[in-house]
């Protein structure tokens, strides 16, 4: 009776050990085969590539996989760190946003807009 418990017992634990790979492909794939979610984004372009110290322009451009109504902001590099500027506003009824800004720093200025999980790509204004 003892070998026969020793036999199944080896039995199945070689069984779990042969199945394992199997399991874990099958648990792979569909986690593979679940939908991609999408990506927030967020475009960004000035009406000016260079301009007087506190003269306005605008920074405008489209967001896509991100509600209507969210919240972007106006950033800065600042050194080596994005600083958020007092320039935000609610996305429009078609996904659009169009800020003013007035900028005193000279020299060239690396800008870009975030909001609801997306970053916009760098736009680069010269201040005289």
Same mark, same amino acid.
Request: aromatic share 4%; charged share 15%.
């Given at each position: +009776? ?9 039995? =199945?634990?070689?069984?779990?050990? =042969?199945? &394992?790979? %199997?399991? /874990? *492909? ?6 593979? +085969?679940?939908? &991609? ?6 475009? *960004?372009? *000035? ?7 506190? /003269? ?21 590099? /600042? ?9 935000? +506003? ?23 807009? %975030? ?14």
């Amino acid at each position: +009776m003892l070998r026969f418990s020793r036999a199944c017992a080896t039995g =199945l634990t070689a069984l779990t050990l =042969l199945t &394992a790979p %199997v399991a /874990q *492909a099958v648990a792979a794939d569909s986690v593979a +085969m679940a939908p &991609a979610v999408a990506r927030p984004a967020i475009t *960004a372009k *000035a009406t000016v590539s260079a301009i007087n110290a506190w /003269q306005q322009f605008r920074i405008y451009g489209t967001t896509k996989d991100i509600k209507v109504g969210t919240r972007v902001t106006l950033q800065q590099m /600042q050194g080596k760190r994005w600083v958020s500027l007092p320039a935000s +506003m609610n996305t429009n009824h078609d996904a659009t946003y169009n800020l003013r800004v007035k900028l005193g720093i000279k020299g060239l200025n690396n800008l870009r807009i %975030v909001g609801g999980g997306g970053i916009s790509n760098v736009v680069k204004v010269t201040i005289r």
